[in-house]
């Protein structure tokens, strides 16, 4: 059965540093990885899917990279700013049908 | 409409009613999934549907709950005898069909249901 861990499950940083998240994952195989930010209240917003095939996804300010052979998947965040404060959840699909298997999320604090 | 919509975004209940929570999935996405996320739990999967069908119940917690599909959009998810426990945030995803398992899902901002 896949699990997913985030570490840390925490994070509080001033503004400007660049940060990395960490996901890990029991069974390597997988279809794909996705990162996902949520706000307080709402929903998900969907930030990089990295496919099995590949070893990193960059947009903007935000990279994750993906290594399957050791179970591990970073998103790392260049010069934060306040308004990147937000939980940030990594998923995988291992078998069929697409299903999502969430981490429990980083809560991440940006301060001016 | 633009994204994935989900209605009431909020239910407050007493136990033992029944609730119906709706999901409005991006036109043209043929696969729709629903998640629950709770205190202690985390975001947990439900259940899975490919146009009307769901082949994956998996995540369904008990009898209780039950979900449905018309005309390859609308999907209801409805929960009888509610519980305590059922307190949660009920959320949706879509996704375009195809290779399903390379497709992003897409979220709703959910339902948040409360059992008094």
């Known amino acids: 059965k896949q699990e997913v861990t985030q570490i840390p499950a925490a994070l509080s940083v001033p503004e400007g540093e660049n940060l990395v998240l960490n996901c890990s994952f029991t069974d390597s195989a997988i279809y794909n990885l996705q990162w996902f930010r949520q706000d307080p209240g709402k929903g998900l917003t969907s930030l990089l899917l990295i496919q099995s095939s590949q070893r990193e996804q960059t947009s903007g300010r935000l990279n994750a990279s993906l290594d399957k052979s050791s179970g591990r998947s970073t998103l790392y965040i260049a010069a934060s700013q306040p308004g990147d404060s937000a939980t940030y959840l990594c998923?995988?699909?291992?078998?069929?049908?697409?299903?999502?298997?969430f981490g429990a999320g980083t809560r991440l604090a940006v301060h001016p | 409409g633009a994204g994935v919509s989900q209605s009431p975004s909020n239910k407050v209940t007493e136990k033992g009613k029944d609730v119906e929570l709706r999901c409005d999935p991006i036109?043209?996405?043929?696969?729709l999934y629903w998640y629950r996320q709770s205190l202690g739990q985390g975001l947990e999967f439900l259940i899975y549907f490919q146009g009307n069908s769901a082949p994956d119940k998996s995540g369904l917690p008990s009898d209780r709950f039950s979900a449905e599909r018309t005309g390859g959009s609308v999907s209801t998810l409805t929960i009888q005898r509610t519980q305590q426990e059922d307190s949660a945030v009920y959320l949706c995803?879509?996704?375009?069909?195809?290779?399903?398992?390379?497709?992003?899902?897409?979220f709703g901002d959910g339902t948040r249901l409360s059992i008094l």
């Open positions: 036109s043209g996405h043929t696969a």
């Open positions: 995803a879509s996704s375009l069909g195809g290779d399903r398992r390379n497709q992003p899902q897409h």
């Open positions: 998923a995988c699909v291992s078998g069929g049908y697409n299903k999502l298997i």
